[in-house]
């Protein structure tokens, strides 16, 4: 049988759990329900081979739901991540649609053109997520939690920079790293923490951000694969402090990071956190500005730097204004 769609008609005729007489007598329902996803899976490769990652994903996901009521849920866990595999090379197959469609398809309206493309892209990374957690669900409740973190990373990434969802981004984060250290993992743990921090920082959360920056210090300290962050996370820690009007917090944190790391003594990093917090204790907005301008002469700033120095630079700038 070659046509997709038939062997989905097939599959839910089959899947159909057994009552009366049959349930008696008949085929078990696992047999049954195994039988219904191995024809899900046939039409998901049919629909695959035709490029219409979509409709395999649906099918991915009908396969693993029906494999969950055979009991197996390992192989239902796998099912739903080739569901997320096809639902978001659909999605990126979407976008990259729409832009070749506005840019090369002249007299017609283009705005109207790509959002309704991307409009179905963004359906797809949506069921994407959906197997995704899915999969993490089943893969934690089997006391899976490596292989459970490393797809739950996946989906925060997933959540940060297809779905703008920031919040659920930070959740995936965090969760990810937890799991990573109780399996002793520093460096995987840091890098779901790295992502924690600055998503609360961006968001303004500048205090749990700055904790979180702590518990990498941390987990880095005389660690020498991560040794060589402790500069830039003790920089971030002490922005955080100061985004909070915490002066104190960022001075105890310098101190800290001069006695604690050798490199930050005397770096760029150092000179810059200093004149900072001589600033704001001055209130001088031009003596900051020049010194970002220093600073991002040898240490180009992103836009993490760059939002979280114009938030403290507005704290200067509004207590000027209180004072007039």
């Known amino acids: 049988m070659s046509d997709p769609n038939q062997l989905l008609a097939k599959a839910e005729k089959v899947g159909k ?41 649906d099918c991915f996901v009908k396969a693993a739901n029906y494999q969950i009521n055979a009991g197996n849920d390992d192989e239902a866990a796998n099912t739903f991540i080739d569901a997320y595999k096809c639902f978001k090379s659909s999605s990126s197959n979407g976008i990259t649609s729409a832009m070749t469609s506005r840019n090369n398809t002249p007299g017609l309206d283009e705005n109207d053109t790509f959002i309704t493309s991307d409009s179905s892209a963004q359906t797809d990374i949506q069921k994407a997520a959906v ?12 006391g899976q939690f490596r292989r459970g973190a490393n797809f739950k990373f996946e ?19 965090e969760l990810a790293g937890d799991w990573y250290s109780q399996d002793q993992a520093q460096a995987l743990t840091n890098k779901c923490y790295v992502k924690l921090a600055n998503l609360k920082a961006l968001d303004a959360d500048y205090i ?8 990498l210090v941390t987990n880095s300290m005389g660690n020498r694969l991560s ?37 930050f003594n005397n770096s760029r990093e150092s000179v810059l956190l200093e ?7 001055e209130g001088d907005s031009e003596k900051l500005s020049q010194a970002v301008f220093e600073f991002d002469k040898f240490n180009k700033l992103d836009k993490w730097y760059t939002t979280i120095l114009l938030k403290i630079k507005e704290s200067i700038t509004e207590a000027e204004d209180n004072l007039l």
């Not at 629909?47 to 994903?57: C, M």
């Not at 989906?155 to 984060?173: F, I, R, T, V």
């Not at 996370?233 to 944190?253: E, G, S």
Request: proline residues 1%.
């Open 208 to 215: 749990g951000a700055a904790k979180v920056y702590h518990q």
């Open 275 to 281: 004149t900072l917090i001589d600033c704001l204790n």
């Open 131 to 142: 197997s995704l957690n899915r999969a993490v669900e089943i893969f934690t409740v089997k």
């Open 155 to 173: 989906l925060g990434e997933l959540y940060e920079n297809d779905l703008q969802d920031y919040h659920s981004a930070m959740d995936c984060y």
């Open 227 to 263: 040794q060589w962050s402790l500069k830039e996370y003790y920089l971030k820690m002490a922005l955080c402090q100061l985004a909070a009007k915490d002066n104190v917090a960022a001075t105890r944190t310098l101190k800290e990071a001069k006695q604690n790391d050798s490199n």
């Open 17 to 57: 759990p057994s009552s009366g007489f049959m349930k008696i007598f008949g085929s078990s329902d696992q047999s049954k329900y195994e039988e219904a996803a191995d024809l899900c899976v046939q039409a998901a490769t049919l629909f695959r081979l035709s490029k219409k990652l979509s409709n395999a994903g």
